[in-house]
């Protein structure tokens, strides 16, 4: 009896030992896991800065690019320049031993690729509101029914143009944009402007475009201008989602025409799509503008003097045109960079302000993709 009694207590023990046993094997592999997570947390964060740092470096070439295209054609910005060939997916250690870096080949697992695209081919919607006074916003009707011409081109309703006009002009009233001053593309800034405070105040006085197509029109007042809450001021295309009327479909059709920059800004007629061409000018349909787009591919032009000439040989009437609406440079520039990084994946969209005159280059905002 004693025997079976010793014989049960020594299974028990046994049981007791192993389950232990389990238990601590359980915990150690628990601890080695989160142990293991932490250690690629932290690799991937590793080389998630990495490849932002690589961005940025990829961003200031590309400024340079910028710079030197205005130094050696400052008044002319058009397709055909450097700035306009995209970067193919490219491995980093092809760019390193061009400039005969000796650690190329620590590149070689990287790869580069991007676009720079002219903000200013496409519609402004910042223009549907104008400042003819610091501090004073206004509805620009010829601007409006340009917008609405777009519209109706892409087949979307062609009355939401006021309605974004309104919402762009409510959104501006608490910005700091509404301090802007009207000033034309040849204009210059006063030699007391010369020292801004800020790169918006910089951006403000030698980015904006005249057009004094100004009403106080009753029918375009905003009704709830008085309202307590204010929207949201409209930085990106994706910003007409809040705007009534509006749905995915149709900001989808929208965007490769049309963009919002942080002050007005003229077309350039060297690089715009004939879409955007025929809702600007006045009396031009889409066919002409198609025309138009086709001749610019033989021969650039050089001034909005060699613009008039070309809308009149396209049989279109300049006299009810604004040359400020128009120009032949570019001030604002979209880069799109993308960097692959062993597994780090960064995608990046860059907005680059050129000045005209000193031909310096700065960074508007920068917004990964999610």
């Known amino acids: 009896m004693r025997a079976l009694k010793r014989k049960q207590q020594r299974g028990v023990a046994i049981i007791s030992a192993l389950l ?44 340079l690019i910028l710079r030197s295209e205005a130094d050696t054609s400052p008044t002319v910005t058009y397709l055909g320049g450097v700035w306009g060939v995209p970067i193919a997916r490219t491995k980093l250690s092809d760019f390193l031993g061009q400039i005969g ?27 549907l509101v104008s400042t003819p006074t610091p501090g004073v916003l206004t509805i620009n009707v010829a601007q409006i029914q340009a917008f609405q011409r777009l519209l109706t081109m892409l087949g979307i309703n062609g009355s939401l143009a006021k309605t974004v006009a309104l919402q762009m002009r409510a959104g501006l009233a608490r910005s700091a944009t509404r301090f802007q ?11 007391g402007q010369n020292n801004e405070s800020t790169t918006l105040a910089a951006i403000a006085q030698s980015g904006g475009t005249g057009g004094g197509n ?100 396209a049989g279109v009437k300049t006299v009810s045109i604004d040359p400020n609406e128009m120009d032949v440079t570019t001030k604002y520039f979209v880069i799109h960079g993308r960097v692959e990084h062993e597994r780090a994946q960064l995608e990046r969209t860059t907005l680059v302000y050129r000045d005209p005159t000193t031909h310096t280059t700065r960074i508007v905002y920068t917004r990964d993709a999610l």
């Open 181 to 191: 001053t009207q000033t034309g593309n040849n204009s210059t800034m006063a030699s």
């Open 214 to 313: 100004f009403t106080d029109d009753p029918g375009l007042k905003d009704a709830d201008s008085n309202a307590p809450v204010a929207p949201l001021q409209m930085i990106t295309v994706d910003s007409l989602l809040d705007v009534p009327g509006f749905s995915a479909e149709a900001v989808a059709k929208l965007r490769p025409f049309i963009t919002v920059l942080p002050t007005t800004s003229a077309v350039n007629m060297n690089t715009a799509p004939a879409e955007v061409i025929a809702a600007l000018i006045p009396g031009m349909n889409l066919s002409q503008g198609q025309a138009f787009v086709a001749r610019r591919e033989t021969v650039f032009f050089h001034d909005v003097g060699n613009v008039q000439l070309a809308l009149t040989g």
């Open 20 to 63: 232990v046993v389990s238990l601590t094997a359980i915990l150690v592999s628990g601890m080695l896991w989160r142990q293991q997570v932490q250690i690629r947390r932290i690799e991937n964060q590793r080389l998630l800065a990495q490849a932002q740092w690589i961005s940025r470096s990829a961003l200031d070439w590309t400024r």
């Open 101 to 127: 870096e000796v650690r190329a080949q620590q590149g070689a697992s990287t790869y580069l690729s991007g676009s720079i695209e002219d903000a200013q081919a496409k519609f402004n919607l910042r223009n």
